[in-house]
């Protein structure tokens, strides 16, 4: 999972933001098959490991006991991007079966000051009808964020022999 890792940390350093974005949204695919290979649907198997290792960071408190919890990117939410960006190109998952409460995502680059944004969440109504919600991350900070969930995540299957035969059999490029 190195090389899989710091290729998404290396496009972030470079600006490569689409290429840091669609490699970050296939670690958990390739984590969560590495550790279960028998859960066959492949949607159950990313939604669980996204919320075993990243939902945390997307989980907000709303009052000072930190007792009112709420999340804004779920693994469901997380895998229907997966779905409309790998497959389509698309920020909307509006059309995503595995949408579970947002309609579309906006990324935005690192701020040239440095300054942090907050995740934010925008709801509108659409024709008088329709709540559509979506949400503002910032790119660099997602896909990190996603990569140290596979940090975590190679930590507790270090010892798992069964998980570390299934990583050799990982597509590895040979220098020439």
Not at 16 to 43: F, G, H, Q, V
Not at 159 to 176: C, H, N, T, W, Y
């Amino acid at each position: 999972m190195k090389q899989l890792k710091e290729d998404v940390r290396q496009a972030i350093k470079q600006g490569n933001w689409y290429s840091a974005l669609a490699s970050a949204l296939t670690l958990p695919d390739i984590c969560s098959w590495l550790e279960d290979p028998t859960i066959k649907s492949s949607k159950k198997r990313y939604i669980l490991w996204y919320d075993t290792y990243v939902k945390e960071k997307y989980t907000l408190f709303y009052d000072e006991s930190e007792k009112v919890k709420s999340t804004c990117l779920s693994g469901t939410d997380c895998y229907a991007l997966r779905c409309a960006y790998l497959h389509n190109g698309k920020d909307d998952i509006t059309e995503q079966d595995a949408r579970e409460s947002l309609n579309k995502f906006l990324f935005l680059t690192p701020s040239k000051s440095g300054e942090r944004s907050k995740h934010l969440l925008t709801k509108a109504v659409d024709d008088g009808t329709k709540v559509l919600t979506r949400l503002q991350l910032e790119v660099d900070k997602f896909c990190e964020d996603i990569c140290c969930g596979v940090d975590q995540w190679e930590i507790d299957v270090a010892m798992k022999d069964e998980v570390q035969k299934r990583l050799g059999q990982l597509l590895i490029i040979v220098e020439s």
